[in-house]
């Protein structure tokens, strides 16, 4: 005969452990689509919304294959990898309006106190720290709450044969959903191992990038500037070479930098570009690119503007 309460308080233990891994899913109904069908949406949302509910719902009944102090300290750091990327994103969304991503971790890792101080000088307000304080204590009251269920599930006994079940589905659900973006992204277990993994990986590429680029450089300075002038760099935001009329293309896309006003200087970039989504991997492509094929201002007229 099914112990009525031990179920309820088992089902319970994993509804209450969801609500701890969703929130995330709950603030793209707050978010923008970014141009995406607004039917494609929210069907991606609905399903991601699931997908997530269902994978979250097993994690802390999987837990109970393990001894119970491994299991305490697995589901202890989980409490708090949950409370963390709950209120981040929060706050991300806040701030910025979309979800955490790589960018924003990559960004993340590379502040230093200075820029941590002028971002929360920036941004700091009384609805902000209220947004956060309201976010701390919802996710903390969970976390308290899944862990005082947890040890009383513990109390009445559960079968590993049903933990491992759990941890099946946990894996092949993982598995499933593992590279649908509206899957990885509102739930932090794939979005640590896939996101964390990703932001690793480009660091240590920019790394071995920056190992073989060039010791030595052939630019060499053609006149000092006798006044105070002005750089400008141009940097288009999805643009390419092959789309600029500088480098040939057969539209007038930028007649001014082709044919700049008298006075005016250009040093192209012959052989320089990126197709990089991060600025780490443009730094080393452009560290990477040839100095021999960069065109210097052989007049020595004046300093060049940089496009």
């Keep these: 005969m099914v112990n009525k309460n031990k179920l309820v308080m088992t089902l319970l233990l994993g509804f209450v452990f969801a609500l701890m891994m969703v929130p995330v899913s709950l603030l793209e109904f707050f978010s923008p689509t970014n141009g995406v069908d607004i039917g494609v949406f929210y069907k991606r949302l609905i399903i991601g919304l699931g997908f997530n509910l269902l994978f979250s719902f097993f994690v802390p009944l999987a837990l ?28 991300h969304v806040q701030i910025y309006s979309q979800l955490l991503a790589a960018p924003s971790l990559m960004v993340l890792l590379d502040t230093d106190v200075m820029e941590a101080n002028e971002f929360l000088n920036f941004y700091a307000s009384v609805e902000i720290l209220l947004l956060l304080t309201a ?8 976390a308290t709450y899944t862990w005082q269920l947890s040890n009383h599930v513990f109390k009445l006994g ?5 933990a491992a079940v759990a941890l099946a589905l946990v ?6 959903g593992w590279n649908k973006i509206y899957f990885s992204l509102d739930n932090p277990i794939p979005f640590i191992v896939q996101t964390g993994g990703d932001v690793m990986a480009q660091k240590a590429q920019y790394k ?12 060499r ?4 500037a006798q006044k105070p002038a002005t750089h400008i760099i141009i940097i288009g935001e999805s643009a390419t070479r092959s789309h600029m009329s500088i480098y040939g293309y057969d539209r007038e896309t930028n007649p001014y930098l082709k044919t700049p006003p008298q006075g005016m200087q250009i040093l192209v970039a012959a052989d320089v570009c990126s197709s990089w989504h991060a600025t780490y991997g443009s730094i080393a492509n452009i560290m ?3 100095s021999k094929q960069l065109s210097i201002d052989k007049n020595g007229t004046g300093p060049p503007t940089l496009v």
């Design 64 to 91: 109970f294959i393990f001894p119970e102090r491994t299991r305490k300290v697995m589901l202890f750091i989980l409490a708090l990898i949950c409370v963390a990327f709950v209120t981040a994103s929060v706050l």
């Design 135 to 142: 976010t701390l204590i919802v996710m903390i009251s969970l």
């Design 158 to 162: 559960f079968s590993k044969v049903y």
């Design 171 to 176: 894996l092949v659900l993982g598995y499933v």
């Design 208 to 219: 071995k990038l920056l190992s073989l680029a060039p010791k030595k450089s052939d630019a």
């Design 221 to 224: 300075l053609v006149s000092a």
């Design 288 to 290: 990477m690119g040839s």
